[in-house]
């Protein structure tokens, strides 16, 4: 399957599921219910849609100051022109991917890293220089090309929608499993686009396994400001169970990409 194909079908599939939650809480607030039950009934009549209101408006707020404080930290990167290859693979890969050239800016930390942002409504995508450093340059370019595909996709957009509909929702046990679940289908399908466009998948699963050993060897592997978990190339986990991650683990992105090394060959 081509991968305009493969977003086809992606882009689909996380439309219906966050349509869920927001047909179910609709559906609620008009007064029926899917599972009658007055025995059991907490919050009756119009307490319930006051409750469902409150929490949609502080979830809401909580999703706004989220947000707020990563914009805080973007602030502080700055742009530099120290490294000459890695524009020049970004504006063959956008060429590849028919978009525009976004904007590039790095980061100074301990940690490898890739991310993008939107700044001014346009995108951004930032690097950390221990990426550049540990990663050859085939490594290095399906990287971006898996970044330069988020912006490609929408990927911002429909993640941020989709914390939205969390948290906003979040009395709806369903969000908080339909929302992951999404993000993940996205960090897989920019793994298979980028592998697709750079016909490295092996590159890419080695640049994966590379930026975790690396990550592993710092006892402190996070950034140390706050931001929203779902914009990095690589994440680090401490307890969260699988359905609840936002970004796959890098042995089942590893595994989908060696397969898809062997049907290119």
């Not at 890969?93 to 001014?120: G, H």
């Not at 595909?149 to 914390?163: A, Q, S, V």
């Not at 969390?166 to 897989?188: C, D, G, K, Q, T």
Request: proline residues 6%.
């Amino acid at each position: 399957m081509n991968p305009d194909k493969r977003k086809f079908c992606y882009d689909f599939k996380a439309v219906i599921l966050l349509a869920i939650p927001i047909l179910i809480t609709v559906y609620k607030l008009s007064g029926h219910e899917l599972i009658v039950e007055k025995d059991f009934e907490i919050f009756p009549g119009y307490s319930k849609i006051l409750v469902m209101a409150a929490g949609t408006i502080v979830g809401i707020l909580f999703f706004l100051m989220k947000y707020a404080k990563f914009n805080d930290m973007t602030a502080k990167i700055t742009s530099r022109m120290e490294f000459p290859e890695v524009f020049t693979i970004i504006e063959n890969l956008s060429k590849k991917l028919k978009m525009d050239v976004p904007e590039v800016s790095f980061l100074e930390s301990s940690i490898p890293n890739a991310f993008v942002y939107k700044r001014n409504k346009k995108p951004v995508l930032v690097l950390t220089i221990p990426l550049i450093e540990i990663l050859d340059s085939k490594e290095l370019e399906t990287v971006l090309a898996h970044e330069l595909t988020h912006i490609k996709n929408y990927d911002l957009e429909i993640r941020k929608f989709g914390l939205l509909i969390r948290f906003a929702f979040f009395l709806n046990p369903l969000v908080h499993l339909i929302e992951p679940f999404i993000s993940r289908s996205r960090e897989y399908l920019a793994d298979e686009t980028a592998a697709w466009i750079t016909s490295a998948p092996n590159k890419l699963a080695s640049a994966l396994l590379k930026v975790e050993d690396y990550t592993n060897s710092y006892h402190n592997t996070k950034f140390t400001t706050s931001t929203p978990p779902d914009v990095f190339f690589f994440e680090c986990y401490s307890c969260p169970p699988y359905i609840f991650r936002r970004c796959p683990s890098t042995e089942s992105r590893v595994k989908r990409l060696m397969s898809l090394s062997k049907m290119l060959q």
